[in-house]
């Protein structure tokens, strides 16, 4: 083999990562730029490539009828949603990680078979009970129903992660006198604190990018980020720069986490798929 | 470990929250869809009428083939690509963080701002794409706006936002390999053909199922993308189960409907689950 065709076959990898770099990040570069353009590069054929930014489509998107309060209602229900499913799931994650606790195989398909209900089934129930007892269209009741989803995946990972530490240290805080929940307090929830991390990212990206849920369970007063962006879409004339303003808005958090979480992200959902 | 009998409150909290969340609505969907009951209105025990009309109708059937064409497409073209960018990439020796990192950015995305993205991208005379096209003397069609060309549109969209997710499991598979076996491929002179296929394979099996599940799952209860997009059309072209339920509850009011449509649903995607466990001797109670 020649120096240069070995070096061609090592190369090869980098020219298909390469290649799907830019097109997994093109989409988003893309509506960034029209984000920044006027309304008049926005349209123009050929495209404009080279144009200073303005920032008038970010301030239109952020200040169009109930947007920044949809920000923050995503805010508060991933705030919540996540508090209920730690708050939940860490006792039965400890639960389920003991051999020979009743029930525990049942729950185990139980938490399966909640994640392959398509949303429709349970939507329309919840939206009759919702509206009899006050939930409909309100922050909690968005939390506590995403429970569907963030509950079953929390106690999922949390297993997974728990399975990994040893039983002789409860063990041990046992002989001493510490109760069970003490030992899932000051023994499990520490040591599993990258895991725990792991799953508050993943379940806050799940909820904060909802949308089929939020849809049908609120209105106006609890309405999301999404339903803010999706607003953006069906009008006669469709104000283009606004809606991309809107689409990089919600895309920048949860970009950041992947970013900042990269490692943390990877290995939770591999856990997820595998375990 | 000594029994403890105050472990059994542990799971208290969760089987409330699951009875409340999955539970009740399952037995109160099962209950709604013998009734004829348009919100608003009084409701009516009509047995399995319901059944019959959406199995009968033309709605519910189109519907049903329209997602199991963009779930079987979605899901083969991103396992197989996932598949074959973990393995370049596993070859990858500087720079393997950074790639992955940007990689998954695109999962990162909420549905409906990537059905914006698209949107705005496919439109037929201002979108980039179709631009890009006539660079090189193709006239692009109008994707998302025909009859034939919007469900590939839709799949097409689909694979930009989920082959990270198979990508990204695959390719930690791939690097928790044990080392021996390859080793021992290479004495014997394997090509990397025959390494791929009697080594990486059979031990990727198992994962690879797996993410086959999860894909199809997520692509059978597709929803966001197409709302974002078509909204279910041109002609019902990309109408899904889940857009018409949404439709059948929310735009024309009948509850009872929606809910026959999501029991029959919810069975089918159960069967599929039963059909796997079956063939899959291994139970899931691996960790």
Not at chain 1, 76 to 93: D, E, Q, R, Y
Not at chain 2, 2 to 16: N, Q
Not at chain 2, 147 to 168: G, K, L, R, Y
Request: a positive charge.
């Amino acid at each position: 083999m020649t120096p240069s065709a070995s070096a061609r076959r090592a190369l090869w990898p980098y020219a298909v990562a390469v290649l799907a770099v830019a097109v997994s990040l093109f989409p988003i570069f893309w509506i960034l730029t029209i984000a920044l353009k006027t309304r008049f590069d926005a349209f123009a054929m050929p495209p404009v490539w080279f144009f200073s930014p303005v920032w008038e489509n970010f301030g239109r998107a952020w200040s169009s009828t109930g947007f920044s309060g949809a920000f923050l209602n995503s805010l508060i229900v991933c705030a919540i949603g996540n508090v209920l499913a730690l708050a939940a799931g860490i006792p039965a994650a400890y639960y389920l990680n003991r051999r020979n606790v009743p029930g525990r195989r049942t729950i185990l398909i139980w938490l399966l078979i909640s994640y392959m209900l398509p949303e429709f089934l349970f939507i329309v129930p919840m939206y009759v009970l919702f509206q009899s007892i006050g939930l409909y269209d309100t922050v909690i009741g968005l939390a506590l129903i995403y429970q569907v989803f963030t509950l079953p995946f929390t106690i999922w990972l949390l297993r997974a992660f728990f399975a990994d530490i040893p039983e002789a240290l409860a063990e041990a805080a046992r002989l001493e006198g510490a109760g069970t929940l003490r030992i899932v307090w000051t023994i499990y929830v520490p040591i599993a604190a990258p895991g725990i991390a792991a799953t508050v990212i993943l379940n806050a990206i799940k909820m904060w990018n909802e949308l089929t849920i939020a849809l049908a369970l609120t209105f106006e007063k609890a309405q999301t980020v999404t339903l803010a962006v999706a607003g953006f879409r069906g009008y006669a004339s469709i104000d283009w720069g606004a809606m991309s303003a809107a689409s990089i808005i919600i895309i920048l958090p949860m970009a950041l986490f992947a970013i900042l979480a990269q490692r943390r992200i990877v290995q939770g959902l591999s856990l997820g798929a595998v375990k | 470990m000594r029994r403890d009998k105050h472990i059994r409150w542990l799971i208290a909290p969760a089987l409330v929250l699951l009875a409340a969340g999955t539970l009740y609505p399952v037995i109160y969907a099962g209950y709604l869809s013998l009734l004829q009951w348009n919100w608003g209105s009084e409701a009516k025990f009509v047995g399995l009428r319901n059944f019959v009309r959406i199995l009968s109708g033309s709605g519910f059937p189109k519907a049903l083939f329209n997602t199991f064409y963009f779930a079987v497409c979605a899901v083969v073209i991103e396992t197989l690509l996932g598949l074959g960018l973990a393995l370049a990439i596993n070859r990858i020796r500087t720079g393997a963080g950074l790639i992955r990192t940007l990689m998954i950015l695109p999962l990162m995305v909420s549905g409906i701002a990537v059905s914006l993205i698209w949107k705005v991208m496919l439109d037929p005379t201002l979108g980039i794409v179709n631009y890009l096209l006539s660079l090189v003397g193709i006239a692009g069609p109008a994707w998302l706006g025909t009859v034939p060309t919007a469900m590939p549109s839709i799949i097409m969209i689909d694979t930009w936002w989920q082959t990270a997710f198979t990508f990204i499991i695959l390719s930690s598979a791939l690097k928790s390999l044990p080392a021996e076996p390859f080793e021992a491929a290479r004495l014997e002179g394997a090509t990397p053909f025959q390494t791929f296929r009697h080594v990486t394979l059979p031990m990727l099996k198992p994962v690879l199922i797996t993410v086959i599940i999860f894909r199809t799952i997520d692509t059978l209860k597709v929803f966001d993308i197409i709302f974002g997009t078509t909204g279910g059309g041109p002609l019902r072209a990309t109408e899904s189960v889940q857009t018409l339920a949404y439709q059948t509850a929310f735009k024309s009011y009948k509850f009872g409907e929606s809910a026959a449509i999501a029991v029959v649903f919810s069975l089918i995607i159960l069967a599929l689950c039963i059909l796997y466990l079956v063939i899959d001797t291994d139970d899931g109670e691996k960790a």
